[in-house]
T-cell receptor, first 113, second 110 residues
Framework: GENVEQHPSTLSVQEGDSAVIKCTYS??????FPWYKQELGKGPQLIID?????GEKKDQRIAVTLNKTAKHFSLHITETQPEDSAVYFC????????????FGTGTSLTVIP | DTAVSQTPKYLVTQMGNDKSIKCEQN?????MYWYKQDSKKFLKIMFS???????INETVPNRFSPKSPDKAHLNLHINSLELGDSAVYFC?????????FGPGTRLTVL
């Protein structure tokens, strides 16, 4: 089955700096890669996603890149703000097999004011 | 309008009891899930239901049983609760690819 690895497990950045979280996956059949943000006491919330036919996607200060050959994808947050502090999860999905989602182990991001 | 809702938000109970957590989604999604999140924040899939059929059943104890009365609901029943069942349980739903989570139920077994 699919195996998703996520690094780093914790990340601290100064406000205004950029943050990068990286994930790798094992199954080349995976074709959908969402990112979730989980704030304290809340459920994970989808913030951005990318499909296998796209190499990069951007939404304001967040962007995701996908390298299918190397089987890795990354989340980039620019101009970080204190409200970006949260746990971030990457996931991989094979949409043809019944919507199974495989999650990374999470990255706790702290933005220092 | 809450897309995916869970009740209760907090559940404190004694070891050996039986409890249920309810989940409802108003998104018209075809698939619903239950996840367990431990103290290290790891998200582990427990079950998923697609059109009232179980399509994923990870290696969870048979004390846990999902029940789906209709496409909008997937409830989680837990029998003979154990200390190790303490965690946050999330319900989620998806259609095609996008998956949406509920707010979670923090279960504490004493």
């Amino acid at each position: 089955g699919e195996n998703v690895e996520q690094h780093p497990s914790t990340l601290s950045v100064q406000e205004g700096d950029s943050a990068v979280i990286k994930c790798t996956y094992s199954d080349s059949a995976s074709n959908y890669f969402p990112w979730y943000k989980q704030e304290l006491g809340k459920g994970p919330q989808l913030i951005i996603d990318i499909r296998s036919n796209v190499g990069e996607k951007k939404d304001q200060r967040i962007a995701v890149t996908l390298n299918k050959t190397a089987k890795h994808f990354s989340l980039h947050i620019t101009e970080t703000q204190p409200e970006d502090s949260a746990v971030y999860f990457c996931a991989a999905s094979i949409s043809d097999t019944g919507n199974q989602f495989y999650f990374g182990t999470g990255t706790s991001l702290t933005v220092i004011p | 309008d809450t897309a995916v809702s869970q009740t209760p938000k907090y559940l404190v109970t004694q070891m050996g009891n039986d409890k249920s957590i309810k989940c409802e989604q108003n998104l018209g999604h075809d698939t619903m899930y239950w996840y367990k999140q431990d103290s290290k924040k790891f998200l582990k899939i427990m079950f998923s239901y697609n059109n009232k059929e179980l399509i994923i059943n990870e290696t969870v104890p048979n004390r846990f049983s999902p029940k789906s009365p209709d496409k909008a609901h997937l409830n989680l029943h837990i029998n003979s609760l154990e200390l190790g069942d303490s965690a946050v349980y999330f319900c989620a739903s998806s259609r095609i690819n996008e998956q949406f989570f509920g707010p979670g139920t923090r279960l504490t077994v004493l």
